[in-house]
DNA sequence: CCGGATCCCTTGCGATACTG
DNA sequence: CAGTATCGCAAGGGATCCGG
């Protein structure tokens, strides 16, 4: 650390943190993204079924800010009836990491929460 | 991947996910948890100041729900006035590494929305 | 310095029903 | 199937003041 580093002690961390947060927050963002994650392609209807205990209008308000923010892809399919598809951009999988990670964090937390 | 797991789909990194999102959900509880992980050991007026936005009031009630849930521990300083020391646990720790993650990707993600 | 208590406005978000 | 629209309660969360 130079001296320089040491004077701005760990804000610039803090901060980026914060800044990652701002895309992430919500209820349902990150386990939305760790569905569309691990499937690669998935439907509406599949993530409905992912996630559970999410309504339909949060699930499609959080898509919605999730692709604004460029992390997932929404496709049109043409199909009868319709279906959309939703996958991860490039960008999202930049993501793939922090969902690995936490996931295997969670699977570790319900252990110790059930006492096993 | 045996059988039985393909048939289980990704059901149950999904839920993991769930479940670490269930003690870590909050507006400021990441940035919490990451200012006392890069300072080690941090007072409440510091969080206070390290996390920008936040109102006492909220940093008491996501402290204590950090607390409660074996994140974070709590220290009683007997100086005068007193402070208040705040430090991750044991298990805390075992989140050093998502917050490191989500700093990396929060720094390049800034660069990206920022156009550098 | 570390919070708790109160006040009060805003937002989240679930339930339900409806459309292309 | 993939959403949108509307309603309405409950929770979130800021400001301010207070007490140990």
Same mark, same amino acid.
């Given at each position: ?28 963002? @990150? #386990? ?6 691990? *499937? ?6 599949? /993530?409905? =079924? ?31 009836? @319709? #279906? ?6 490039? *960008? ?6 922090? /969902?690995? =990670? ?15």
């Amino acid at each position: 650390m130079t001296e320089n580093e040491c004077q701005l002690g760990h804000k610039k961390e803090i901060m980026a943190v914060h800044d990652a947060m701002d895309v992430l927050y919500g209820k349902w963002k @990150i #386990s939305i993204i760790s569905s569309i994650c691990y *499937y690669n392609k998935r439907r509406f209807s599949d /993530i409905l =079924n992912d996630v559970q205990g999410i309504s339909n209008k949060m699930l499609s308000k959080e898509l919605k800010e999730l692709e604004i923010n460029k992390l997932v892809k929404r496709t049109v399919l043409d199909t009868q009836p @319709i #279906s959309v598809q939703y996958q991860l951009s490039e *960008y999202g999988m930049t993501l793939k990491t922090i /969902i690995n =990670n936490l996931s295997a964090w969670g699977i570790a937390h319900r252990k110790v929460i059930t006492g096993k």
